[in-house]
């Protein structure tokens, strides 16, 4: 596009033309920017709402996590309390003299065990046949040792069956249900958990079982306290499925009444295929998100302590059953948050649309009066460019030409001894920090001073760019050769072993020792010999200077030994 002659139509024809100028920057610029910025408040958008969901969902594990820590910490400490009241002095005493001793001996610490800690609806002592020998009830704060003509006989109850078997220091936590009274259902309902495990006598005898019924109302209270008590929709089901505690008092205890009907997999046959499949997970339906995870009533209890569980008699932990903890998080609840960050995001959107409009009306309008001046500056920029990008490329080169003369001996054309010691403060570093090896060649000419002497400088200066011709034409690409004083030369061989090293000095030697220069006179030519010195990096070594320092060393030794020869520190 000519701009010149745009600047000129633009400034004789219309405002029309003008306009038209105009509309068609602002096109160009608002269109792709709206475009982008919709697609980020879209991109906004759904990154809030999965990070609402995903705090969602962390909050509801954590909360259900927190709840089953706290149902197991119930049991344990009600495991220990029953191995308190079984092991008691008096007690041991009472069941292995029991017919001598009056039964008020062991209710007094059992009364006073029940009034203190308040959390068992009754605390019993049954003997081999079943039969209830003492029987401790809470009687809601004030308890009491039930009278002898008021004791039961539960041999036929499942929970005795199974204690009984149980052997010496194992524990059997019953199935959450409620309990019964004279083959009836207390009413009004009153939910245990019963834990029991065998007593003996002094002298080894069996004499039954000590059992502790658990307040199941109190359990299911501090289980909705610790999952939180904002969560309504908070459950706990048994194995088969049953309310513990569930959405309404007339669905729990389905079990016990005989109403298969009120079950989750009846109700909920989607929840129930899923927390049937695995022990914990979270999964979204109609109703919401719902978060789930097991506990084992039966394993858990002992799970810190050194007492067994057992539900089967043969000293057997069991995770045969258990529980589900169960949060629903309604739909509406948590897509709220997402509505209002929707209405914010939509907000800021319109806010952000209307001002993007305005600037980008103005910025075309500016850009065309822009287009106007630029061309009257153009070439006089152009040619500053050029000036300027003439001036850049000298001083580029001057820069690299002064590098090189920094860092080059400027008679050999090889490293100088400042270059040296940098490039080989690298290499030693890298092979410290990553454990690798290197080798150093110290090499000096032999009799050098002699060639200075006998055939000028001049030859000298000859000499020696033969001999690092020699050198750079038997080092590896990767080796860093240089010039570190008048006749010496040193060589860094990265990742190199010492016994490596002594192949390429080997090569060196010989190489400088087939050197042949020619004399004035030419039927003579000058040769010469080299004697060089190895060392290689030591752990105990700190800087480079302490390996060339023992490179040096074999220097001298190599010349104290005739000259000509390679020696190895």
Same mark, same amino acid.
């Given at each position: 596009?000519?701009?010149?002659?745009?600047?000129?139509?633009?400034?004789?024809?219309?405002?029309?033309?003008?306009?038209?100028?105009?509309?068609?920057?602002?096109?160009?610029?608002?269109?792709?920017?709206?475009?982008?910025?919709?697609?980020?408040?879209?991109?906004?958008?759904?990154?809030?709402?999965?990070?609402?969901?995903?705090?969602?969902?962390?909050?509801?594990?954590?909360?259900?996590?927190?709840?089953?820590?706290?149902?197991?910490?119930?049991?344990?400490?009600?495991?220990?309390?029953?191995?308190?009241?079984?092991?008691?002095?008096?007690?041991?005493?009472?069941?292995?003299?029991?017919?001598?001793?009056?039964?008020?001996?062991?209710?007094?610490?059992?009364?006073? !065990?029940?009034?203190?800690?308040?959390?068992?609806?009754?605390?019993?002592?049954?003997?081999?046949?079943?039969?209830?020998?003492?029987?401790?009830?809470?009687?809601?704060?004030?308890?009491?040792?039930?009278?002898?003509?008021?004791?039961?006989?539960?041999?036929?109850?499942?929970?005795?069956?199974?204690?009984?078997?149980?052997?010496?220091?194992?524990?059997?936590?019953?199935? !959450?249900?409620?309990?019964?009274?004279?083959?009836? @259902?207390?009413?009004?309902?009153?939910?245990?958990?019963?834990?029991? &495990?065998?007593?003996?006598?002094?002298?080894?005898?069996?004499?039954?079982?000590?059992?502790?019924?658990?307040?199941?109302?109190?359990?299911?209270?501090?289980?909705?306290?610790?999952?939180?008590?904002?969560?309504?929709?908070?459950?706990?089901?048994?194995?088969?499925?049953?309310?513990?505690?569930?959405?309404?008092?007339?669905?729990?205890?389905?079990?016990?009444?005989?109403?298969?009907?009120?079950?989750?997999?009846?109700?909920?046959?989607?929840?129930?295929?899923?927390?049937?499949?695995?022990?914990?997970?979270?999964?979204?339906?109609?109703?919401?998100?719902?978060?789930?995870?097991?506990?084992?009533?039966?394993?858990?209890?002992?799970?810190?302590?050194?007492?067994?569980?057992?539900?089967?008699?043969?000293?057997?932990?069991?995770?045969?059953?258990?529980?589900?903890?169960?949060?629903?998080?309604?739909?509406?609840?948590?897509?709220?948050?997402?509505?209002?960050?929707?209405?914010?995001?939509?907000? @800021?959107?319109?806010?952000?649309?209307? !001002?993007?409009?305005?600037?980008?009306?103005?910025?075309?309008?500016?850009?065309?009066?822009?287009?106007?001046?630029?061309?009257?500056?153009?070439?006089?920029?152009?040619?500053?460019?050029? &000036?300027?990008?003439?001036?850049?490329?000298?001083?580029?080169?001057?820069?690299?030409?002064?590098?090189?003369?920094?860092?080059?001996?400027?008679?050999?054309?090889?490293?100088?001894?400042?270059?040296?010691?940098?490039?080989?403060?690298?290499?030693?570093?890298?092979?410290?920090?990553?454990?690798?090896?290197?080798?150093?060649?110290?090499?000096?000419?032999?009799?050098?001073?002699?060639?200075?002497?006998?055939?000028?400088?001049?030859?000298?200066?000859?000499?020696?760019?033969?001999?690092?011709?020699?050198?750079?034409?038997?080092?590896?690409?990767?080796?860093?050769?240089?010039?570190?004083?008048?006749?010496?030369?040193?060589?860094?061989?990265?990742?190199?072993?010492?016994?490596?090293?002594?192949?390429?000095?080997?090569? @060196?030697?010989?190489?400088?020792?087939? @050197?042949?220069?020619?004399?004035?006179?030419?039927?003579?030519?000058?040769? !010469?010999?080299?004697?060089?010195?190895?060392?290689?990096?030591?752990?105990?070594?700190?800087?480079?200077?302490?390996?060339?320092?023992?490179?040096?060393?074999?220097?001298?030794?190599?010349?104290?030994?005739?000259?000509?020869?390679?020696?190895?520190?």
């Amino acid at each position: 596009m000519d701009l010149n002659q745009n600047s000129i139509e633009i400034n004789k024809d219309s405002s029309g033309n003008y306009f038209r100028f105009v509309l068609n920057k602002f096109l160009l610029l608002f269109l792709p920017t709206a475009i982008i910025t919709i697609a980020s408040a879209l991109y906004i958008y759904q990154s809030e709402v999965n990070a609402d969901l995903l705090r969602t969902r962390y909050a509801e594990a954590a909360s259900v996590q927190v709840g089953i820590e706290g149902l197991e910490q119930i049991l344990q400490s009600s495991v220990e309390d029953l191995a308190y009241l079984s092991s008691q002095n008096e007690f041991i005493q009472f069941i292995s003299e029991h017919k001598n001793l009056n039964t008020k001996v062991a209710e007094s610490h059992w009364l006073t !065990f029940s009034k203190t800690h308040q959390r068992y609806h009754q605390i019993r002592w049954l003997d081999v046949e079943g039969i209830e020998r003492i029987r401790i009830n809470y009687n809601q704060g004030n308890p009491t040792a039930v009278s002898k003509e008021q004791l039961q006989n539960k041999s036929h109850r499942y929970y005795f069956k199974k204690a009984i078997k149980s052997n010496q220091g194992e524990f059997y936590v019953s199935p !959450f249900d409620l309990n019964i009274e004279r083959e009836k @259902i207390e009413q009004p309902v009153n939910p245990v958990i019963r834990i029991a &495990t065998p007593v003996f006598d002094r002298q080894g005898n069996r004499q039954g079982i000590v059992i502790i019924n658990y307040f199941g109302n109190s359990l299911l209270t501090k289980f909705i306290h610790y999952m939180g008590n904002d969560h309504v929709n908070t459950w706990l089901i048994n194995k088969e499925g049953y309310w513990l505690k569930g959405p309404s008092p007339e669905l729990e205890w389905g079990f016990m009444y005989q109403r298969p009907e009120a079950n989750v997999a009846h109700h909920y046959p989607l929840l129930w295929q899923h927390i049937n499949a695995k022990e914990k997970g979270q999964f979204e339906d109609d109703y919401g998100l719902w978060t789930f995870s097991t506990i084992y009533p039966e394993f858990d209890a002992q799970k810190n302590g050194t007492n067994t569980i057992v539900t089967n008699g043969r000293g057997q932990q069991s995770k045969a059953y258990f529980w589900k903890a169960i949060t629903l998080s309604p739909k509406e609840n948590y897509l709220l948050s997402t509505k209002n960050t929707s209405i914010n995001i939509l907000i @800021i959107l319109s806010i952000l649309l209307v !001002f993007l409009l305005i600037g980008c009306w103005l910025l075309s309008q500016a850009w065309v009066k822009q287009k106007i001046a630029e061309d009257d500056v153009r070439d006089i920029n152009e040619g500053l460019e050029n &000036t300027v990008a003439q001036r850049t490329n000298e001083l580029k080169q001057a820069i690299s030409q002064a590098e090189l003369l920094a860092n080059t001996d400027a008679l050999t054309g090889m490293n100088n001894r400042r270059s040296f010691f940098s490039l080989g403060n690298t290499i030693h570093e890298q092979s410290q920090r990553y454990h690798h090896a290197y080798t150093i060649i110290m090499l000096d000419l032999d009799h050098f001073k002699t060639v200075n002497d006998s055939y000028g400088h001049q030859m000298g200066d000859i000499a020696l760019k033969a001999t690092s011709t020699a050198i750079e034409h038997e080092m590896r690409s990767s080796d860093v050769a240089g010039r570190i004083g008048g006749e010496e030369f040193a060589i860094i061989l990265p990742e190199t072993s010492i016994q490596n090293g002594l192949d390429l000095a080997e090569r @060196i030697r010989c190489a400088i020792a087939n @050197i042949c220069i020619p004399l004035e006179d030419k039927r003579k030519m000058l040769k !010469f010999t080299t004697s060089l010195g190895l060392s290689e990096l030591k752990k105990e070594d700190n800087s480079l200077d302490d390996v060339l320092y023992r490179a040096d060393e074999a220097l001298y030794q190599a010349k104290n030994k005739g000259r000509n020869k390679i020696f190895k520190l």
